[in-house]
């Protein structure tokens, strides 16, 4: 970091006021993998927890600040460009929106989905919003837990609306959907879910979905989709929310749909804040990622340990060999670490759990 650091008074202090500098050195923190890094930022997100304002006129409710929205689809199918135009939609109504991003392939920076393109240049201009590429990680796991982390401090510094894209080829919907509130799944005109690339099950996560690329010749082949889709949900089995998946269309390149799509997203929100979901899905994701962060502890603290590593050289070749059977050598070396967990192991960020 060139620029030096705010002191922890001023970081709290920076990130309520809204000031995105601060606010940007603060997710470096979160992102960077420094021991001391990590524990100031584990002390800022403490403060600022502490000091959340729970009372949120906005969305008038006890403990929601801000609505986060999962957006997600193949790649190509039109997602940055989607939240481009939902962003502006919603700046221009006076509210603000900070975009994060769960991009695995970001760690291979060359091969970035979602890295090497100007995006959402419209949108980043705008006082209001916030855009973040993805962090960077060894695994999907790091990078995830990262963009859990920052929706806390984007969340303390006064978004409405947080809203997480993904690549879409794999597990990061998964992980997108265990920290948001709703889960849009963009889809391509005409072509059903196997041609598309999708997996079943991310249909089956999918709050509201969302035929995009709805404009010009595109305008049939777009409702045959929604025809299709609008089947596919029928038949799956009723979701833990109680609410019915909506299938829409629009053209986020022409903006056509998309305040029928936020009109939807706000129905969703209202519908399961009146039933209790929208909480009660909080409170089961923060214990996720309790579990989460417990694993990804562990795991760094025992495969840090000098001890640890020790024994597991000694015991392997005769694994190798066949003299011991992996699951003794395993109980071995587990023996040593319960020993010696005192030895400080470092509770970082990228620990391979996905
Ligand atoms: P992403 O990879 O899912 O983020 O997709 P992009 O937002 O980068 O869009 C991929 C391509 O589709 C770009 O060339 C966009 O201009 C185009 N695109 C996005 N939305 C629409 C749309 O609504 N209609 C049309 N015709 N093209 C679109």
Not at 90 to 111: E, F, H, N, R, W
Not at 250 to 260: F, L
Request: proline content about 5%; hydrophobic content about 40%.
């Amino acid at each position: 970091m060139r620029r030096p650091l705010p002191t922890i008074e001023q970081f709290v202090q920076g990130i309520r006021s809204g000031n995105r500098v601060v606010l940007g050195q603060a997710i470096t923190l979160v992102e960077s993998a420094r021991p001391d890094h990590q524990a100031l930022a584990q002390e800022i997100i403490a403060l600022l927890l502490q000091s959340t304002d729970h009372q949120s006129p906005i969305h008038q409710s006890p403990i929601l600040q801000s609505l986060r929205i999962a957006v997600t689809g193949a790649p190509g199918v039109g997602k940055s460009t989607f939240i481009e135009a939902l962003g502006t939609l919603l700046t221009g109504q006076g509210q603000s929106v900070a975009v994060l991003a769960i991009d695995p392939t970001s760690s291979v920076s060359k091969g970035s989905i979602l890295g090497d393109k100007t995006r959402m240049e419209r949108l980043s201009a705008s006082e209001l919003a916030f855009i973040r590429p993805s962090p960077s990680g060894e695994s999907l796991g790091g990078v995830a837990r990262k963009t859990r982390e920052t929706i806390l401090l984007v969340e303390a510094a006064g978004y409405d609306t947080v809203i997480i894209e993904t690549v879409g080829v794999g597990q990061s919907e998964i992980a997108a959907h265990s920290m948001t509130d709703v889960f849009l799944l963009l889809l391509l005109p005409g072509a059903g879910d196997e041609l598309q690339g999708i997996k079943r099950g991310i249909v089956e996560m999918a709050d509201i979905l969302a035929v995009n690329k709805a404009d010009g010749d595109r305008v049939k082949l777009a409702n045959q989709a929604r025809a299709f889709y609008l089947n596919a949900t029928h038949l799956l089995p009723p979701a833990p929310s109680g609410w019915t998946p909506k299938v829409l269309a629009c053209s986020a390149e022409q903006g056509t749909g998309i305040a029928e799509i936020w009109q939807t997203i706000r129905e969703y929100r209202d519908f399961t804040l009146a039933n209790g979901y929208l909480h009660e899905n909080r409170r089961q994701q923060a214990g996720y990622w309790l579990r989460e962060a417990l694993q990804a502890g562990l795991h760094t603290a025992f495969f840090s340990n000098p001890a640890v590593r020790e024994k597991w050289a000694a015991v392997e070749p005769e694994v190798l060999a066949g003299k011991m059977s992996p699951f003794a050598a395993a109980e071995m070396v587990l023996g040593v670490f319960v020993k010696n967990r005192s030895v400080e192991g470092k509770f970082g960020h990228d620990s391979g759990l996905y």
